[in-house]
């Protein structure tokens, strides 16, 4: 009979050789670039790993409302802001999180914009331990890759991420289907409150940020569909409680002038190109007067975003 | 005892009943066979076999049926 | 800790290989378990198999709460009539003794059989008012009728169909006097609702595991680590193997019309290996999970694709169920009065040989046709129980002339090249069985089956092929590597090495090598994760 002591050793032992082991396998099995040829999930938004350092000033986060939304290109052509959008379909907080401290490893923006209907989208602690034990080991995140692997690229090396996505994690499209917004935002005094943990990942997004020398702001892009004044009323209260700036562009003194006949491509769930257009110049102009960020056209960066936006504007044509 | 191991040669004449301690078990008597075993075991032996003592531990051997035959018998 | 059970309450907990079975039921149950006095452990395991069905079935709960209820009033009241039999008996003259025992038989036989109405007739009602009415509605088209029957559906609660053999095993078993009566409610309780076995079996008596959930012992060290590789070994089964082939197999059988008939026989074998690896995985987790805590459950595979015939076969293949029919249906048939009579009578007439399958072929028709019902509905399953009946049976009947055959061939049976020669034909045989078994319907089955012949070609799998099916060339290699692994472990299981044991004697690098191996194996070659759909366990739907 063993005693207890040794045997809680000998299971340390073997859980710890298993970490190792899983580690190193972790080395091996992973994109080793940022491209979707490498097995990279999400490579639009896992694009800004292949931007130069410090040449990101604005960073766009949430799920698709985000993506559909935000165009940085256009950001970059009519204000001379570089930005990147790290949308990804249905993101939750805890992959925002991991977009977030991604970002800011190579990248200093001095202004993150969360896009608020992802702040609504709850999920199961069971998720999020499952997610941040993925991000420890991405062997359980990206184990298909084995069947990629030739024999020579067994290695432990590590990834160097290159590849630029040319629109900047922006989605384009420019369907049309309207939609009738028959007063989806009348007043009401009825909040839909936040969750006590979404609550908490926002303020840790605004510490976050604060640390690092950037500003959070929350923007709830225009949709009929996620959008209403309950959520509203959740946010706004929120953010004065986290004394967040918040920008809702479906109230209907929004400076953003949305035709819901044109600007959405799915019946006002999403903005399409048209719409993103408005949202997009809107923040522009509100970014240069407020000062918070500044061209970077005389930049050395010049070149390289122009012919991007170029390479962006004739696969859009 | 030699009155059952004739009725079992009867039936499947190939198996070495004396020594094989597995019939059930061992796939070599199938449940057909049984129930033709036991009409005539009821016959000879004058006990009357329920299906609750059909139970591998009862067949797997020649000496484990007639155990279970005598203990029929008295119990009657 | 209830926090991290209700958490996972939020998610999904589908089956035994759920990531919130393995990784937060499980540890929060067995930790829960280790830490509390032994006298309160079985209270734990009731409340964990409680909230386990919740979990998985909800409301539904009522059911297994009402067959524990149900069996434990039936039970009792079997046990009275016993007692009171026997004071009546101790009272009586000896002439009167046999009226008095015909008397309570007649009773008990009235109580058992309205028990077993109850419980079957759940079981039926649940499961097939819709195809009955189904047939009805369109026999009754047919003969230009415009009435029509509205089909009910019913939820059917997770396990019924295994919970139901349960309690009817426990009923009868009180009824021939195996076991007395319980009167203790919640042990019966946990007997039928153990939480592991609810879902997919295997179907326990109360003999076998009553005593051993009612007086559970503590972790031992040993039993950890021999269950939790089980676990694994049964995960890799599942997760590696038939998780990989469901998109192939789904595809197929699905739209059967569009394929070959090479690929149709082909898809018949990978259901095959799927259900076998889906099925037995299952049980390793489950008898993994019972032998952590002390508990041996009855095994429900022993290898059966080693099987010589198909009467072998299903002695090795989901053993509990062929056990429960054989004890429960096939012997209280074939010895019933009137059938004893007639094989008497047979054996005199047609011999030793023929003269028994009489009598046997119509207890093992019923059993049959209760193994095809069982399964689910439709008359694909009922088949699919026919076909197995016809073949046991022509095999029973050709048995001499085969076995002429052989010795004017000078065949010597236990040749290996002929035993393999037999195993390759049984497994044959059980491929075709498990394509009606698996095929949408019967028209669909016997379809396909003729496009094995009429549409063969051979064709060769190129990659667009493969695609086609929803599966790579990497797969099918890795499906292979561990059939080869599962086969190699197979044989020497065969020849009676317990190699869970015989891997526990070894050194410790060899052994923790085994296991990491194992265990690296599955989390990289698991068909997990992105691009893949979780599966349900297969025999959960019966």
Redesign the interface.
């Known amino acids: 009979m063993k005693t207890p002591i040794k045997t809680m050793v000998r299971c340390a032992a073997f859980l710890s050789g298993l970490a190792v082991l899983l580690l190193l396998t972790s080395k091996i099995l992973v994109p080793k670039n940022n491209a979707k040829e490498n097995g990279m999930l999400d490579p639009s938004a896992n694009g800004i790993l292949g931007e130069p350092e410090q040449t990101i000033d604005v960073l766009f986060l949430g799920d698709s409302e985000c993506y559909s939304a935000f165009i940085p290109l256009r950001l970059w052509e009519k204000h001379g802001i570089t930005s990147y959008n790290c949308g990804t379909a249905l993101q939750n907080l805890y992959y925002t999180e991991e977009f977030l401290e991604k970002a800011f490893q190579k990248q200093s923006p001095k202004v993150v914009v969360l896009e608020t209907n992802a702040i609504f989208r709850d999920f199961s602690v069971g998720a999020s331990a499952v997610h941040k034990f993925k991000q420890w080991f991405p062997v359980f995140q990206y184990h298909d890759l084995w069947k990629r692997l030739k024999p020579g690229e067994i290695h432990l090396s590590d990834a160097v991420f290159t590849h630029k996505e040319d629109a900047k994690g922006y989605i384009w499209d420019n369907k049309v289907a309207p939609a009738s917004p028959n007063d989806y935002m009348a007043p009401t005094q009825e909040i839909q409150s936040v969750s006590v943990r979404n609550y908490a990942y926002v303020k840790d997004f605004r510490d976050f940020c604060e640390k690092h020398g950037a500003k959070l702001i929350l923007v709830s892009t225009p949709s009929t569909v996620n959008w209403n004044m309950k959520r509203h009323n959740g946010i706004q209260k929120l953010a004065e409680e986290l004394e967040l700036h918040y920008f809702d562009l479906n109230e209907p003194k929004s400076p953003v002038k949305i035709d819901w006949a044109k600007d959405t491509r799915d019946k006002g769930d999403h903005m399409n190109y048209a719409g993103a257009c408005k949202v997009t110049d809107w923040l522009g102009k509100h970014l240069i007067e407020t000062g918070l960020v500044k061209s970077r056209r005389n930049d050395g960066l010049c070149k390289e975003w122009n012919a991007a936006a170029e390479r962006f504007n004739s696969k859009r044509l | 005892m030699e009155k059952l191991l004739e009725i079992l040669r009867d039936i499947q004449p190939d198996i070495d009943y004396e020594t094989c301690e597995d019939l059930i078990d061992g796939h070599l008597l199938d449940s057909l066979s049984i129930i033709a075993m036991i009409a005539d075991l009821e016959d000879a032996f004058d006990v009357t076999i329920p299906a609750v003592e059909i139970v591998p531990e009862n067949f797997n051997s020649a000496a484990r049926m007639y155990a279970m035959l005598t203990r029929l018998q008295e119990e009657d | 800790m209830s926090f ?1 059970l209700i ?2 309450a ?2 999904k907990l589908t089956s035994c290989f759920s ?2 079975y393995l990784f ?1 039921f499980l540890p929060v149950f067995l930790f829960a378990y280790s830490i509390v006095p032994d006298r309160w452990k079985k209270y734990v395991l009731i409340t964990a198999s409680c909230l386990f069905y919740c979990l998985v079935s909800g409301k539904l709960i009522v059911y297994l709460l009402l067959t524990a209820a149900l069996m434990h009033w039936f039970g009792i009241w079997l046990d009275r009539l016993q007692t009171q039999m026997k004071d009546r008996l101790s009272l009586a003259e000896k002439e009167e003794r046999k009226a008095i025992k015909n008397n309570f038989a007649a009773k008990k036989r009235s109580v058992i059989t309205l028990a077993a109405m109850l419980q079957l007739g759940t079981l039926l009602t649940l499961k097939y008012t819709g195809f009955f009415l189904t047939n009805i509605n369109t026999l009754l088209s047919a003969l230009h009728s415009t009435a029509q029957f509205e089909i009910p559906s019913f939820l059917i609660p997770v396990g019924l169909s295994f919970f139901s053999l349960q309690a009817v095993s426990y009923l009868l078993d009180v009824y ?3 076991i007395p009566a319980d009167d203790n409610l919640p042990r019966l309780l946990l007997f039928l609702g153990f939480f592991p076995q609810i879902v997919e079996g295997p179907i326990c008596r109360y003999r076998q595991t009553a005593d051993a959930l009612w007086n559970p012992q503590p972790i031992r ?1 040993d039993n950890l680590t021999h269950g939790l590789t089980r676990i694994a070994w049964g995960v890799m089964k599942k997760i590696v193997v038939a998780d990989r082939l469901d998109p192939l197999v789904k595809k197929v059988f699905t739209d059967y019309a569009s394929f070959d008939g090479g690929v149709i026989a082909l898809a018949a074998v990978f259901y095959t290996v799927q259900l076998y690896m889906d099925f037995s995985g299952a049980m390793d987790v489950v008898i993994g999970t019972a032998q952590i805590i002390g508990v041996a459950l009855p095994e429900n595979f022993k290898r059966p694709f080693f099987s ?1 015939t198909i ?2 076969f299903w ?1 090795r293949w989901h053993i509990t169920l062929g056990a429960w029919f ?2 429960y249906v ?3 048939v ?2 019933a009065a009137p059938m ?1 009579k007639l ?2 009578r047979a ?1 005199k007439k047609l011999g ?2 023929y ?3 009489l ?2 072929g119509i ?2 028709f019923c059993v049959w046709l209760g193994n095809g019902v069982w399964h689910g509905v439709g008359w694909h399953f009922i088949f699919f129980g026919l076909y197995h009946f016809a073949l046991i049976y022509s095999g ?1 009947l050709l048995s001499p002339l085969t076995k002429r055959a052989g010795s004017l061939l000078h065949i010597d049976p236990e040749r290996i090249a002929f035993r393999w020669l037999r195993i390759l034909r049984t497994t044959v045989l059980v491929v075709i069985g498990e394509l009606f078994f698996r095929a949408n319907g019967l028209w669909a089955g016997l379809a396909m089956f003729k496009a094995i012949f009429t549409r063969f070609s051979l064709p060769a799998l190129n990659a667009e092929l493969l695609s086609g099916l929803g599966v ?1 060339w ?1 797969d099918l290699l890795i499906v292979g590597v561990t059939v080869g692994i599962v086969f190699t472990v197979s044989v020497i299981q065969e020849k009676g090495v317990r190699v869970c044991d015989a891997l526990y004697r070894k050194p410790t690098v060899i052994r ?1 090598g085994t ?2 191996a194992l ?2 194996f599955i ?4 068909a997990y ?3 893949y759909t979780p599966v349900d366990p297969l025999y959960a739907q019966y």
């Open positions: 991290a958490s996972a939020g998610s990531a919130e937060v021939r006097g195996v060290y010589k009467s072998e002695t054989r004890d096939f012997y209280p074939t010895t004893k094989t008497t054996r030793n040989h003269g028994p399958l009598a046997g207890a093992l029973n790579d990497q923790w296991l990491y265990l690296l989390i990289v070659f698991g994760g992105n691009g």
